[in-house]
């Protein structure tokens, strides 16, 4: 199969869809990959790194998308790329589609056959491509909210961690997954003051186990959710539905009652946001202020870091990317997990809270697959 790499055009996006590392393994499998030239100089890896590995580089992404079978991005298709996409490809990207009707429409479109990184899952059950970027968000998130609190970036000038005889802030955090406990380690870790909101009793019960009475846990209400965002410096929004759209679950109106400066950091805002008062930023214009509150919604967080978490991404995509490479539809249709990750095919929605949440009809995967 050609595997096609071109590089991500999002705003501020440095990561890269195949590493060198990943390309001698696609090369290793007998598969053509075509890399996009410069599409690894964000995480240092130039042309001549791509041509070592046995990656043929080509001259512009239009090039890559007319040559490929499968293309390996990281951040969903832009307008002007799914236009390229087309009925005989496989996209094996982040989509994050409930929240985005345009993108939607634009890969039912292109009939292409698009599997989402966040939601092919595992044996466990969990979202094993999804983890990685997930545990980098986490962590980045209290790196940005720490930085938007200093007065000079509009926040409320606490420092996290306090000092001897001042007080440190206080951080919240909404959900216990794989995002909430990244940043509870590193709110915790600089000496703040936290507190993880969730749902599940069971994962409460995990978060005491492992943080031993250095983060407080307390089952996530309307009433707590208020209590909680009022007494905060930081809330971090970290609630994932797979698929869905992110909950909104601290109210405009919840505003009023928070601390001047405070900072909100949404990393669900790929979802949608967790928040009614969030909207996507770029790294370029990170946060904005709402009413007093200052937001940041950064849509792509670990493209800041892209050398960390190119290499996280490429780690856990490689293992069934190999799959779709050395057997195309086959992969999808034998593995019940790539069936999970398979989010659009030849014009149908075949996942179904990205339907519910756009009003598409669902078509079960195997019955996509068999029509097709």
Known sequence: MRVGCPKEIKNHEYRVGLTPGAV?????????VIVETRAGAGIGADDNAYKAAGAKIAQSAEEVFTRSDMIVKVKEPQASEWVQLREDQI?????????????TKGLVGAGVTAVAYETVTDDNGALPLLAPMSEVAGRLAIQAGATALQKANGGRGILLGGVPGVLPAKVSIIGGGVVGLNAAKMAAGLGADVTILDRSLPRLRQLDDIFAGRVRTRFSTIEALEEEAFASDMVVGAVLIPGAAAPKLVTREMLS???AGAVIVDVAIDQGGCFETSKPTTHSEPTYDVDGVIHYCVANMPGAVPITSAHALNNATLYHGLKLADHGLKAIAEDRHLRAGLNVHRGRITNRAVAEALGYEMIE?????KAA
């Open 24 to 32: 001698r393994e696609y090369v290793a499998h007998g598969h053509e």
């Open 91 to 103: 996209l094996y990207t982040y989509l994050h589609l409930a929240p985005d009707p345009e993108q």
């Open 257 to 259: 009652g928070m601390k």
């Open 365 to 369: 995967p195997q019955a996509a697959l």
